[in-house]
């Protein structure tokens, strides 16, 4: 199957009309005011309705209560909800049955320990992102342009779907992809001139190298889309 990328923290028109047209499977938003690609529902709005029906919609949100949530899914009508903070399997579940939306859930990784959660996740979630840990004095969870050591993933056997990021660029991202065999990846910070100010010609180059990747051997059923995805939300 083809691999998807996603383009995250899409933050202006321009930058979503990129990525748009660069083919992204999947265009992210990012609601959680301590990162510099956050945005405002109101900018959601006009940026979820430029996106409807050229890409999957991903909102992405940190430990969010009800209340954000309602708002950012009234607001964006996204196709994915992204948890990357510390929510439990539990937590995923309530929130799965109160908006019926499939979940992608964010797994930090610096070392194969911390793939102790990933069963848990797996059972609940529609889908899973390895990203790298942040360091203990950070103030978000991702978005930091740090990659992790992809050989933690190399013998993965998961039945879910799952995609990588974290400091990928279009320089490392076919080796990141030969080595995890996911079957996306997610850019963000690789594809930025400054924290949160992202650059048209890095999109567009991100976006030309991860289509160029040619696997040895097919990419996993990790990298089939869903029939929601494939129908861009």
Request: net charge neutral.
């Given at each position: 199957?083809?691999l998807?990328?996603?383009?995250?923290?899409?933050?202006?028109?321009?930058?979503l009309?990129?990525?748009?047209?660069?083919?992204?499977?999947?265009?992210?938003?990012?609601?959680?005011?301590?990162?510099?690609?956050?945005?405002?529902?109101?900018?959601?709005?006009?940026?979820?309705?430029?996106?409807?029906?050229?890409?999957?919609?991903?909102?992405?949100?940190?430990?969010?209560?009800?209340?954000?949530?309602?708002?950012?899914?009234?607001?964006?009508?996204?196709?994915?909800?992204?948890?990357?903070?510390?929510?439990?399997?539990?937590r995923?579940?309530?929130?799965?049955?109160?908006?019926?939306?499939?979940?992608?859930?964010?797994?930090?990784?610096?070392?194969?320990?911390?793939?102790?959660?990933?069963?848990?996740?797996?059972?609940?979630?529609?889908?899973?992102?390895?990203?790298?840990?942040?360091?203990?004095?950070?103030?978000?969870?991702?978005?930091?342009?740090a990659?992790?050591?992809?050989?933690?993933?190399?013998?993965?056997?998961?039945?879910?779907?799952?995609?990588?990021?974290?400091?990928l660029?279009?320089?490392?991202?076919?080796?990141?992809?030969?080595?995890?065999?996911?079957?996306?990846?997610?850019?963000?910070?690789?594809?930025?001139?400054?924290?949160?100010?992202?650059?048209?010609?890095?999109?567009?180059?991100?976006?030309?190298?991860?289509?160029?990747?040619?696997?040895?051997?097919?990419?996993?059923?990790?990298?089939?889309?869903?029939?929601?995805?494939?129908?861009?939300?």
């Open positions: 199957m083809p998807l990328v996603k383009i995250c923290g899409l933050s202006t028109r321009e930058t009309d990129v990525a748009l047209e660069g083919g992204a499977d999947m265009v992210g938003f990012v609601f959680f005011p301590p990162s510099p690609r956050h945005i405002s529902l109101e900018t959601a709005r006009e940026l979820g309705s430029r996106a409807k029906g050229r890409a999957v919609k991903v909102a992405l949100t940190v430990d969010a209560d009800d209340a954000i949530l309602e708002n950012i899914v009234e607001t964006l009508r996204p196709d994915i909800l992204q948890l990357h903070g510390k929510e439990t399997t539990a995923l579940r309530d929130i799965k049955a109160k908006f019926g939306l499939p979940l992608m859930k964010a797994l930090p990784v610096e070392t194969s320990a911390d793939l102790a959660p990933l069963p848990g996740y797996a059972g609940v979630a529609d889908r899973i992102l390895f990203d790298a840990r942040a360091p203990k004095d950070a103030t978000r969870p991702g978005g930091l342009g990659p992790f050591d992809w050989h933690v993933l190399e013998n993965l056997d998961l039945a879910l779907p799952y995609m990588v990021s974290g400091g660029n279009a320089d490392n991202v076919t080796e990141a992809v030969r080595v995890t065999r996911a079957g996306g990846v997610d850019v963000s910070s690789g594809v930025e001139r400054m924290p949160g100010v992202k650059d048209p010609e890095l999109i567009r180059a991100f976006i030309r190298a991860a289509r160029a990747i040619q696997p040895s051997s097919p990419l996993p059923v990790h990298g089939e889309r869903s029939t929601a995805q494939r129908a861009g939300g």
